[in-house]
């Protein structure tokens, strides 16, 4: 099995040019020489403690931000550099979806809007849109009201529908079910694992919650202080931790 995306030794946030580009100061990077493959189809949980990287890595993985050293690659194609035509297809094939299901949809866009946003105009949008929603088992009379008409949960699937329009094949979750309470959480979690059984999706999914990450993991991997510590099967890094960080996680349930 050939994986679909890759990290290849990125390092990321050597210096503090953005607050004072004339000093240079060299400064601990955010990521260090970070290594991971994720395989069509599966689930990576990336665990860690606070301030550890990981929404770094999820917006590194997912091209939004490049990395000062190293490769991201999805099918072999390296999103900083591949040529433009290229970089136009895999944009859309990897989307992500953030934690907060309140602050990430604009609430002065209809649903429909919202959903619609990643798709360039095209004659079928609308059936695209209502399709999306139907997916994540939302109501096509629900495409023109507005985001404060739903409840958490809802808008958490909002967010999902329009991961889904472009028809990605990678979907990145940094904390997604982490704001909602735990029954919905589990109802959103099933979602999400069934729309990779029916679309064969990989995510990379990072979540404080050991028991979510053990529900959806295949493989793991541990991210202490912007280094992966430790990685491999999802069992293994739970049942076995050899690292003292990882060991920590287990403990305290950060
Ligand atoms: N824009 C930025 N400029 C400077 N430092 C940043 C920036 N964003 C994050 N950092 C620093 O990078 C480190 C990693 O942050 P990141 O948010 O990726 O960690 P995290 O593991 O997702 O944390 P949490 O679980 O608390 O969300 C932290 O030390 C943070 O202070």
Redesign the pocket.
Known sequence: MSPILQARAVTY?KMDR?IFPFLRRESSP?LKEISLDLQEGQTLGII?A????????CRILSGLVAPDEGQVLYQGQDLATAPVQVRKEIRPAIQMIFQDPYGALDPRQTVRDIVGEPLDPAPDRDARILTALKEVGLSADMADRYPRAFSGGQRQRIAIARALITRPSVIIADEAVSALDVSTQAIVLNLLLDLRQRHGLAYVFVS?DLAVIRHLSHHIAV?DQGRIVESGPASDILDTPTQPATKALLENTY
């Open positions: 946030g953005h955010i860690g606070s301030g550890s990287g990981k929404s770094t890595l404080h991210l």
